[in-house]
């Protein structure tokens, strides 16, 4: 008898972002994250960074060309469910990028605007930021700036949550349908969020801070995680506050491991579930 002609798939993902040689973040952290949720991950490797715990050492840019090959590549066999966007280094890979969304008509979009590493490394080129804003900004879902990004972004310190809420003003009238802006910088006992969307309710996200120095990766984690959720079948907030609770459980999973020297990653295999299996 012929085989039976498969009626599932699996949740896909797909992470444009730069590779962490050191494992913690990036698109390492993306695919960690994918698989722990029940999510089938891909890649589209934007560049190659020599990295590890303590700091960032060298990047070395792949040719848009390529990038855009890897897009088509995964999207026009296996196809995708959500897409999650991390380091962009340049306006061309950017335009690259806004290019095969376009393309190839994606629709769940996640974008972390990555541009300061937890060591303080700048990640970004300064003329890219404008066109980030400009190009994927009204493309993605929701933009997911942890404090120093979106200080850079609206140009000015947030040294609270009124701060928070006005540059998450801001970010919408730049483009953004939603912003989720990560307070975990701010001082205090309590890590606070803010979920913003355009036209709709503001909702506070409060929770304990975790006391741990493995941090690293914190921000690739939690946009990944929203994807994630988002792929199976989470609405925007549910999809957040699922993420957060799944970030949380990394951190503290991971809170007395020592991996490295500097800040080392979270535990994203703390709680693995089963691939998930839908309709075709």
């Known amino acids: 008898m012929p085989p039976e002609t498969p009626t599932l798939r699996y949740p896909r993902l797909l992470s444009i972002a730069g590779s962490d040689s050191g494992g913690g973040a990036g698109i390492q952290a993306d695919l960690k994250t994918f698989c722990a949720l029940g999510c089938f991950g891909t890649t589209a490797i934007t560049a190659i960074t020599a990295q590890n715990t303590t700091g960032v050492r060298a990047i070395h840019a792949v040719p848009v060309q390529v990038l855009a090959d890897q897009i088509d590549a995964v999207v026009e066999d296996i196809g995708v469910d959500a897409v999650k966007i991390g380091m962009l280094h340049a306006p061309d890979v950017v335009r690259t990028v806004a290019a095969a969304i376009d393309r190839h008509r994606l629709a769940t979009i996640v974008l972390d605007p990555v541009m300061i590493a937890t060591s303080g490394a700048v990640l970004i080129d300064a003329t890219a930021v404008d066109v980030l804003v400009r190009e994927l900004f009204p493309r993605a879902l929701v933009v997911t700036p942890n404090l120093d990004e979106a200080a850079h972004l609206v140009g000015r310190p947030l040294a609270g949550e009124r701060d928070m809420e006005d540059a998450a003003q801001r970010l919408l009238a730049m483009g953004a349908r939603a912003v989720l802006i990560k307070g975990g910088h701010l001082a205090g006992d309590q890590v606070t969020d803010l979920l913003a969307q355009a036209g709709g309710e503001r909702i506070w996200m409060r929770a304990p801070r975790i006391d741990t120095p493995n941090t690293h990766g914190t921000g690739?984690?939690?946009?990944?995680?929203?994807?994630?959720?988002?792929?199976?079948?989470?609405?925007?907030a549910d999809?957040?506050?699922?993420?957060?609770?799944?970030v949380r459980g990394a951190l503290e999973a991971g809170a007395r491991v020592r991996t490295g020297h500097g800040s080392g990653p979270l535990n994203h295999g703390y709680a693995p579930v089963a691939m998930l299996r839908l309709p075709l």
Request: net charge positive; with cysteine; aromatic share 4%.
């Open 220 to 236: 690739c984690t939690l946009s990944s995680a929203i994807a994630a959720h988002l792929a199976r079948g989470l609405g925007l």
């Open 239 to 246: 999809a957040v506050q699922a993420a957060r609770q799944y």
